[in-house]
């Protein structure tokens, strides 16, 4: 990968809606679907995640070009395109593995990380959950869950939840657009 790029690995509920945010945004080269947080051995799959079980969350991860958007930026599209306020829920998904959630990858990740939580607190009603921990291990998850929007854009749940989604990231960030 090139120095020039940085990683940001947060989830928001289910990760093919994540992945279709950030595949909108400028500076962002590429979009992994995947897992991590959790505690089981060995690389968990798809089934393993949706027991609840392996403690793990469903992740993106995100390479971008800093000089195009930045760390706080990306934060901030992420906090405002899920609901940062529920415990282990978005929308009709509950579970831990959809937990609101950032793993920083370095010091100052985390210092920024925690000032966008706080500059947008008052954005919100109720109290902002979202977990911030230090990013371990990621494990990609299965191909079929890669480029799930694009390559499933007329599938009930990419139009029922995906669309309105995308809808308000268009609405609030349509500068950040490519």
Known sequence: MDNTFE??????GCFWCTEAVFQELKGVISVVSGYTGGNAPGKPTYRE???GLTGHAEVVQITFNPKVVSYADILIVFMTTHD???LNRQGAD???QYRSVIYFHNEMQQGIAKNVIEQLQNVYEDPIITELSPLKI????EDYHQNYYRNNSQQGYCQAVINPKLAKLRKLHSDKLS
Do not use: H
């Open 49 to 51: 995640i949706c027991s």
């Open 94 to 96: 509950r579970g831990t």
């Open 84 to 86: 940062p306020t529920t």
């Open 138 to 141: 990621f494990y990609e998850a």
């Open 7 to 12: 990683v940001a690995t947060i989830g928001g």
